[in-house]
């Protein structure tokens, strides 16, 4: 055993023992930013609806917004992980390096499910990119179980990906055209790269190279996805968002006020409101003259690219769900008081 070997085994059981045991509190971190910001960085706010707040609602926007996360997780581990396994299997130690605990010890219906889960809820530009992960992750699984079966390796190395390619190409041709066209070059390279690239990284890279290039891609990737991860949930509502209408109590009688906000609970004797401005307003329920709920107004896409009609910013799961019409929206949503209408004159 190389010299440091017993004294770097347990360092780097320890620090993977601290990593697992901080992952489950970034959910955490993410709900209390959530909650921060939405306070709009008041103190006194953010504990009211610390205490109001649903924590099964904002787990289930949380689940919601970030689904994609796991597979993506699961494949670029499970890929760098064998890509260092097949390219230096004597740095390949699953005591001493999460990639290749990743390798050793997800079975392979993990990586199956993920990949399935992925292209139900990522959006159509990146099912390329599942392509060539899962490609990827096939081919060099396949190096390391059949070293000596060439065939099955000409198979799943070479006329997979590249069968994968001519069909991809064959479906997506138009919308590559279509985004050079319209100008998005983005959109083009997400769905023209990855299927070329999935016939690229089958086999391993040079023994001294695997680690620099497994190890950084993986931190890399370690810095960035938490970045992405959080921009995308401080965007996602977790407070319904209502229009109510404040008068005088009954009978008395004097203008109409509307209140558009996200309400954060109702009780015996109060409606609490977190208004647009963020002010919290609390309404006794006798001057509540009427409520409604705004339903969120449906995303602008950013691109025009369609696949045979299939909108590249669209998953699959949104894509044959069935889609609810849009009603117009109340009027009260946007701060206008409706005037009630009187008794229908007699027939």
Do not use: K
């Not at 699961?74 to 001493?96: I, K, Y």
């Not at 009978?251 to 906000?261: I, K, L, Q, R, S």
């Amino acid at each position: 055993m190389a010299a440091g070997g017993p004294e770097r085994r347990p360092r780097a059981r320890t620090a993977q023992q601290w990593l697992l045991t901080l992952l489950p509190a970034f959910p955490v971190l993410l709900l209390v930013l959530r909650l921060w910001q939405l306070s709009r960085q008041d103190m006194s706010t953010m504990l009211l609806l610390v205490q109001y707040v649903s924590p099964l609602g904002m787990l289930s926007a949380l689940l919601i917004a970030l689904v994609w996360a796991f597979p993506f997780g699961v494949l670029v581990l499970g890929v760098l992980g064998w890509l260092l396994r097949v390219s230096a299997p004597d740095r390949f130690d699953p005591e001493r390096s999460l990639l290749a605990s990743a390798a050793a010890r997800t079975p392979g219906w993990v990586f199956g499910a993920a990949t399935a889960l992925a292209a139900l809820t990522w959006q159509l530009r990146f099912l390329p990119a599942l392509l060539m992960l899962a490609l990827w992750l096939a081919g060099l699984r396949a190096r390391y179980r059949w070293p000596g079966r060439p065939d099955r390796l000409l198979a799943v190395g070479v006329a997979v990906p590249v069968l994968a390619a001519v069909l991809a190409y064959g479906w997506l041709g138009p919308a590559i055209v279509s985004a050079v066209r319209l100008g998005e070059l983005v959109t083009a390279v997400l769905l023209a790269l990855p299927p070329a690239g999935a016939v690229v990284l089958t086999g391993p890279v040079p023994r001294r190279a695997a680690p620099a290039v497994t190890h950084g891609t993986a931190y890399a990737v370690a810095v960035i996805a938490p970045l992405v991860m959080g921009t995308v949930f401080l965007r996602v509502s977790v407070l319904p968002t209502a229009a109510v209408e404040v008068g005088p109590a009954p009978p008395a009688t004097g203008p109409v006020e509307v209140v558009v906000g996200q309400v954060v609970t109702v009780t015996d004797r109060m409606t609490i409101v977190l208004d647009q401005r963020g002010s919290v307003r609390f309404v006794p329920n006798e001057e509540v003259r009427g409520q409604v709920l705004c339903p969120e107004t449906a995303r602008i896409p950013t691109s025009a690219v369609r696949a045979h009609g299939w909108p590249v910013e669209e998953s699959a799961l949104n894509w044959v769900m069935p889609h609810r019409p849009l009603a117009p929206p109340d009027p009260r949503c946007s701060g206008r008081v409706v005037p009630a209408r009187g008794p229908e004159a007699p027939r």
